[in-house]
């Protein structure tokens, strides 16, 4: 079945970094555009970063521009969030998620879930 597991977030302090990653399965990885998603406590989710499938290309929300680096590796089913220079505003859960659009339809998978919380 399809699986997005997501790791690699925690506690660290203002200014600190932390490496997001997220392995998939269940579906052909090379083929989807994967984002990166984040909802903080009360807040709605938020698109944070994405990078299509065919070319590489990359997006990224306003607020993590020059901070945060998405890139993916296909050989490895793997998409990663490269977060520096951490703020506390940048808490919250971080979510993978798989796209494809077609002609007609549109596929969507989320993983589960990290925490990433900033804070002294």
């Known amino acids: 079945q399809v699986q997005l597991v997501e790791s690699g977030g925690g506690l660290v302090q203002p200014g600190g970094s932390l490496r997001l990653s997220c392995v998939a399965s269940g579906f052909t990885f090379s083929i989807y555009g994967m984002s990166w998603y984040r909802q903080a406590q009360g807040k709605e989710r938020e698109l944070v970063a994405g990078i299509t499938s065919v070319y590489g290309s990359t997006n990224y929300a306003d607020s993590v521009k020059g901070r945060f680096t998405i890139s993916r590796d296909n050989a490895k089913n793997t998409v990663y969030l490269q977060m520096n220079s951490l703020l506390p505003e940048d808490t919250a859960v971080y979510y993978c998620?798989?796209?494809?659009?077609?002609?007609?339809?549109?596929?969507?998978?989320w993983g589960q879930g990290t925490q990433v919380t900033v804070s002294v």
């Open positions: 998620s798989a796209r494809r659009v077609e002609r007609h339809s549109e596929s969507r998978y």
